[in-house]
C-alpha cells in the first residue's frame, strides 16, 4: 500500500538532545513537508521540500533542520537549540500540481523531559 | 497573500444535531483548491474533500455536504445528524501553490 510512514510514534528524549524523526513515503511525490502542532493548534509549517537536494524554511524553522538526500525521505532533526520541542510533529508529502491534496503520515509524539 | 479562516475554535452539540463548521479564505488567485481534512484523537489528518475554485457545485457525501461560495469566499462544512464518532478536530486548507491551513475547528459531539 503506498502511503507516508513516520517513526517511531511515539519518541522521549532528554533535554538538550538531539532527536531525529525518519518520514518515508512510497508515493512517488516531489514535494515533501515538515509541520508542528501544539495542544489545541493549529499546523505550522517547519521546512518543506519540493525536490531532491533542495528544502526551504517554513514558518517556524529555527532549531529545526532537514535533509532531503533521496527522494523518499525527509528527516526531520530537532536540535538542542529549540527551545521548546515537546510537540506533535507531522509529515506529508504531495505532487508539485496545485490540484493534488497533502497526504500525511500518522505522526510522532516528541516529548523532552 | 494567501489566508484560511476558522473562526470557530470549539464547537460542542449533541448528538443527532447538525452542525456547521465555517472556512472563509483569502486569494487573489483565480486557480486554486480547497480542502477539507479531519483529525481524530488518533493524530493522523484524514481527507475529506477537495473542490477547485473552477466548480461551485455543493457536494454531499452522505452525512457530510459541502457548500462552496466564491461570492463570500467561504467553503462551509456541514455535519448532518452528528454522531459521537464525528468528534474530532476539522481543517479547512487553501494551495494555490503552497498549501495554508486554518488553525481548526475542535467538534465534541455529545452522547
Known amino acids: 500500500d503506498g502511503g507516508i510512514t513516520q517513526s517511531p510514534k511515539y519518541l522521549f528524549r532528554k533535554e538538550g538532545q538531539n532527536v531525529t524523526l525518519s518520514c518515508e513515503q512510497n508515493l512517488n511525490h516531489d514535494a515533501m513537508y515538515w509541520y508542528r502542532q501544539d495542544p489545541g493548534q493549529g499546523l505550522r509549517l517547519i521546512y518543506y521540500?519540493?525536490?531532491?537536494?533542495?528544502?526551504q524554511k517554513g514558518d517556524i524553522a529555527e532549531g529545526y533542520s532537514v535533509s532531503r538526500e533521496k527522494k523518499e525521505s525527509f528527516p526531520l532533526t530537532v536540535t538542542s537549540a529549540q527551545k521548546n520541542p515537546t510537540a506533535f510533529y507531522l509529515c506529508a508529502s504531495s505532487t508539485t500540481s496545485i490540484s493534488v491534496r497533502q497526504f500525511f503520515g500518522p505522526g510522532t509524539r516528541l516529548t523532552v523531559l | 497573500a494567501q489566508k484560511v479562516t476558522q473562526a470557530q475554535t470549539e464547537i460542542s452539540v449533541v448528538e443527532k444535531e447538525d452542525v456547521t463548521l465555517d472556512c472563509v479564505y483569502e486569494t487573489r488567485d483565480t486557480t486554486y483548491y480547497l480542502f477539507w481534512y479531519k483529525q481524530p484523537p488518533s493524530g493522523e489528518l484524514v481527507f475529506l474533500i477537495r473542490r477547485n475554485s473552477f466548480d461551485e457545485q455543493n457536494e454531499i457525501s452522505g452525512r457530510y455536504s459541502w457548500n462552496f461560495q466564491k461570492s463570500t469566499s467561504s467553503f462551509n462544512f456541514t455535519i448532518t445528524a452528528s454522531q459521537v464518532v464525528d468528534s474530532a478536530v476539522y481543517f479547512c486548507?487553501?494551495?494555490?501553490?503552497?498549501?495554508?491551513f486554518g488553525t481548526g475547528t475542535s467538534l465534541t459531539v455529545i452522547p
Open positions: 486548507a487553501l494551495r494555490h501553490n503552497q498549501f495554508y
Open positions: 521540500s519540493q525536490i531532491v537536494n533542495d528544502f
